[in-house]
């Protein structure tokens, strides 16, 4: 059905598990005939037993009624133990799937590039992570289960009322005419509201987790009442947009479960008349009162399978779109693998020209080119918005070059692959990305498999052992998330440890030491330029005081290099830097 065909992405992950699906549907038609097969003995007993001549003997009809209550028994033993295996292989199956789908989903975003990340909010993201693959588990957990038992139902008991009593064809023609066909439509809305429920819970997840993660800064500027009022808003639209889906669907199951009750209830009626005319057994009146009820109750539950699988379609067409996403940074047809670096790596910008994809009319860098030879160190300087940050970006290609080209040891960038290339650049950002963990794991995130001893020696390289030591579990401490434990010259400290660990030919420094005092900057810089000697060193620094023993120094403006040489010679120029460094050094 076009409503549900969103549902049929779900299969290549239900593919690899056809032994335990064809066990539950085994199991499942086990329990149906045990319950389509519970009104007949039902009947047996009520003709066999209760409603046996008058004249035969009290002890004769005891053990026959005993008889056919074992029987009974036994079918409810085969329901109850089909009913159990099914449960279990279904809800097994559901988890499974859920946990794959769930690993697809966070594994393909984690591939995606930042341009990924500019127009979807990482809540977003959460959100259908956890809300919709929780609402996915329960249609291939649940659900979907219980409709098919109850579509066998409503087939077996439609089958048996009308075998038993031809009379009621009518009625069911009916239902299908004045019930079906109309929650059909209903449907379609109950469809639509769900996929616009759900966008409005993602909608509140992006801001809870665009706000929790800066709770100082709201807190700095008292906009905690603005920021629930915001939260608030959001999230009593997603109420409204529930509750709507809410009523539709409830109305789609008053619908039909009145419709089709009022038609059986009609149909049993005649029943009792046939039986008050004797045309029918009370064995037979019992039997079709029991499948009424089985159909009935069948299409009950089927209205709310119902509403279920459109709610289970629409986030799955949500975790689709995601898994959809193709990230414009592709990897080489063809990688060519990037030559062995003995020591630092050349990087030439030749002509680059880039606009982020978010902003194409407006350029960033408009034929950059540069040379830095292996080994060397330089420094990118320049004001605010003039490119450096986006130099760094374009480097571990993050985005592509709209013009030109950016080349590592001769090679075009976009040549090797992504893992090989981003193994030869180490990254200290301004912000230091510090992981919820122990001190030695976010240094090993650099070199996960790195010795201890090599750890505690970048860890001193970085000057992070000085406070690391004075800590009551030293290397165990727990930092907490985003290392909130530890202050921001700390946190500076151990991202430039895991850079020194990781030991890449391409070191990036964007302000690297800018958290840090005057004392331990110095200490820093030093234990840097020791540990990373040999090693090509981009560092980017509106400190001027952190570049000046740089071999060169590029300054740039307006995405173009405007000037290149040593602090003594930039300042004899007079030009961009010398004015910088006028005003930073007299201040």
């Not at 070191?507 to 040999?534: C, H, I, K, P, Y």
Request: charged share 15%; glycine share 8%; net charge positive.
């Amino acid at each position: 059905m076009p409503k549900l065909r969103p549902l049929r992405a779900l299969l290549p992950y239900l593919a690899p598990y056809r032994v335990q699906i064809a066990l539950a549907i085994l199991f499942l038609l086990f329990a149906a005939a045990a319950t389509l097969a519970l009104p007949y003995a039902v009947k047996l007993l009520v003709d066999g037993g209760l409603a046996a001549p008058v004249g035969a003997a009290l002890g004769q009809r005891l053990a026959s009624i005993r008889e056919y209550f074992l029987l009974l028994f036994g079918v409810v033993v085969v329901l109850g133990l089909a009913t159990a295996a099914r449960f279990y292989m279904v809800s097994w199956i559901g988890e499974r799937v859920t946990t794959d789908l769930r690993q697809a989903v966070y594994a393909h975003v984690l591939r995606q590039s930042p341009q990924f990340f500019e127009t979807l909010k990482t809540g977003e993201v959460l959100s259908r992570l956890t809300t919709d693959t929780t609402v996915i588990h329960s249609a291939v957990g649940s659900s979907v289960s219980m409709g098919l038992r109850n579509l066998v139902l409503l087939a077996g008991g439609l089958t048996m009322l009308v075998t038993t009593t031809p009379r009621l064809i009518l009625t069911v023609a009916g239902v299908v005419v004045l019930v079906v066909l109309p929650a059909a439509l209903i449907g379609r809305r109950v469809r639509k509201l769900s996929r616009a429920s759900q966008d409005r819970i993602a909608d509140t997840s992006g801001i809870a987790g665009e706000i929790l993660n800066v709770i100082p800064v709201v807190q700095s500027y008292t906009q905690e009442n603005a920021e629930a009022a915001r939260f608030s808003l959001a999230n009593e639209r997603a109420f409204a947009t529930s509750i709507r889906r809410t009523g539709t669907r409830s109305a789609l199951t008053a619908f039909v479960i009145i419709g089709v009750f009022g038609s059986l209830l009609y149909g049993l009626y005649g029943g009792v008349q046939a039986v008050l005319a004797g045309e029918v057994t009370a064995g037979q009146l019992s039997q079709t009162a029991l499948y009424v009820m089985v159909v009935a109750g069948s299409v009950a539950v089927l209205a709310e399978v119902w509403g279920d699988l459109l709610r289970a379609s629409g986030a799955t067409e949500r975790l689709m779109e995601l898994l959809g996403a193709r990230s414009p940074i592709e990897e080489p047809a063809l990688p060519v693998a990037l030559p062995v670096a003995a020591g630092g790596l050349q990087v030439v910008f030749a002509g680059v020209g880039f606009a982020y994809p978010s902003r194409p009319a407006q350029p960033v860098l408009q034929g950059l080119a540069f040379t830095i030879e292996a080994g060397q160190t330089v420094a990118l300087v320049g004001p605010s918005g003039a490119g450096k940050t986006t130099v760094f970006q374009l480097l571990q290609r993050f985005y592509d070059v709209t013009d030109g080209a950016i080349r590592i040891d001769g090679l075009d960038l976009r040549r090797p692959c992504l893992a090989e290339l981003r193994a030869r650049i180490a990254v200290v950002q301004q912000e230091a990305v510090v992981f919820s963990g122990t001190i030695a794991d976010n240094i090993r995130y650099g070199k996960p498999h790195a010795s201890d001893d090599e750890l505690r020696s970048a860890a001193r390289a970085a000057f992070v052992d000085e406070f690391v030591l004075r800590l009551p579990d030293g290397y165990a401490t727990f930092v907490g998330e985003r290392g909130v434990r530890l202050s921001g010259g700390q946190r500076q400290r151990l991202a430039i440890a895991r850079a020194i660990l990781k030991n890449a030919p391409l070191l990036l420094l964007d302000e690297a030491t800018s958290s840090l005092d005057a004392e331990s900057e110095r200490v820093v810089q030093a234990a840097l330029e020791a540990a990373m000697g040999g090693r090509t060193t981009i560092v980017i620094a509106h400190r001027l005081a952190t570049v000046q023993r740089a071999d060169r120094i590029i300054v740039i403006d307006h995405g173009q290099v405007i000037d290149v040489g040593t602090h003594a010679e930039l300042v004899d120029r007079g030009g961009l830097y010398a004015r910088l460094a006028a005003l930073q050094f007299s201040a």
